[in-house]
């Protein structure tokens, strides 16, 4: 089950977290990967371990946050990985800050990020996904999209931005039999957190359900049912991978 063999399938943040994780992932059930990510000497290294594993990964420079570079970095493809199945949009930075003192620089650098790459991103792969009549778009989004955080309005935004693009696309597409779906992950278990204090950590498990920290793997098990072809009846979802922290 789950397999994705000669299935191709794109990944933006690629070069370390969850982005990696599910790049990973992807390649041990069979894709061929493209690694998305500005840090081209990570993905190298990325792509040499997962074929010595056995996979198959090409890495690709891009700035997610420059969409008029998305055409050329693509058409930089190689047979076999130029024609986009599966694409995860994963790629996101934050600037928190509370609304008072947020600037318009970091309110925009955070939605031309996260959402407006996102939007650019799909749309260039998105013809052949539709001559081909089967596809897989999968935004990495975040519970803080569906719950709101405190100095985070601008990140909520563009998290809760993908969502409704999301849907909005499921709607457009599902006649193409191409799915649109979210994962919103909430607190991972990443070198971020990894640098809390026990205190801080007592008090973040204690509002998960699950009473801990998500992990990578918790989140790319997510990613590739959604890219599956088990999941082929699943469209404009949103799945909470969050632990019971937003319920």
Do not use: C
């Not at 650098?109 to 991103?121: K, P, R, S, W, Y």
């Not at 719950?147 to 499921?170: E, R």
């Not at 994962?183 to 957190?193: C, R």
Request: a negative charge.
């Amino acid at each position: 089950m789950f397999r994705l063999d000669d299935r191709t399938a794109l990944v933006t943040g690629a070069s370390q977290g969850i982005g990696e994780g599910v790049a990973r992932l992807l390649a041990a059930q069979g894709a061929r990967v493209v690694l998305a990510a500005r840090s081209v000497d990570k993905l190298e290294r990325l792509a040499g371990e997962i074929g010595e594993a056995g996979g198959q990964a090409h890495a690709m420079a891009l700035d997610v946050s420059a969409p008029e570079s998305f055409e050329e970095a693509l058409g930089t493809l190689p047979e076999g990985f130029s024609e986009i199945d599966v694409l995860v949009n994963n790629a996101g930075i934050t600037r928190d800050s509370l609304l008072a003192r947020m600037s318009l620089e970091d309110w925009r650098a955070v939605i031309d990020v996260n959402l407006t790459g996102a939007f650019a991103l799909t749309k260039a792969v998105l013809r052949g996904m539709m001559r081909r009549r089967w596809g897989r778009i999968i935004a990495v989004s975040s519970v803080v999209g569906l719950m709101g955080n405190v100095g985070q309005a601008n990140y909520a935004a563009s998290k809760a931005g993908l969502v409704g693009f999301a849907k909005s696309l499921a709607r457009e597409l599902g006649s193409r039999s191409i799915t649109v779906n979210v994962v919103a992950p909430g607190y991972i278990a990443t070198a971020m957190t990894e640098g809390l204090g026990e205190k801080a950590r007592d008090e973040l498990t204690g509002a998960i359900a699950l009473r801990r920290l998500g992990t990578v793997d918790d989140v790319a098990a997510a990613v590739l049912y959604l890219a599956s072809e088990e999941a082929g009846y699943v469209t404009g979802g949103v799945l909470n991978v969050s632990g019971g922290l937003y319920i």
